[in-house]
């Protein structure tokens, strides 16, 4: 597969939207003083790192080049994640929200190992990361 492959223009797609979220969260670790949340947070940075790791694998094993480049904070999250905690954790979750629908619009336009990469690994981690930043964003409300 070549570089304008669309499975490996799709998974770049998907690594730019991952380094974007982990920039984002390392701006929203920032505003969070409570442990519980800095802990949760943390480990959802680390998830999205990881799910970074898997995509860059995944479209070299396709033939293409990994995208690269400076990442941005979720666009108009980068303002609300470097605010007050709740305000922070509120933002991740609506970028968590985003980012789930984008995987699940996508996924459709990519077919055969890269779909079921998608589905089978980085859907459900995305799946969980949603949810934990959820649950968290409902206990400290």
Not at 20 to 42: G, M, S
Not at 125 to 137: D, G, I, P
């Amino acid at each position: 597969m070549a570089q304008n492959d669309p499975a490996v223009e799709t998974l770049n797609t998907f690594l730019r939207t991952e380094a974007n979220a982990v920039e984002t969260y390392r701006r929203a670790l920032n505003a969070v003083r409570n442990d519980l949340a800095r802990r949760t947070l943390e480990d959802c940075q680390h998830d999205h790192e990881a799910r970074m790791e898997a995509l860059r694998q995944r479209i070299a094993k396709l033939g293409g080049e990994p995208a690269n480049g400076g990442a941005e904070p979720w666009g108009p999250l980068a303002h609300a994640a470097s605010a007050d905690e709740l305000t922070a954790i509120a933002a991740l979750e609506q970028g968590e929200d985003r980012e789930l629908h984008d995987y699940e619009r996508d996924v459709a336009s990519i077919h055969g190992e890269a779909r079921r990469f998608v589905r089978m690994e980085l859907l459900p981690r995305q799946k969980r990361t949603h949810e934990r930043v959820s649950r968290l964003k409902r206990t400290l409300h």
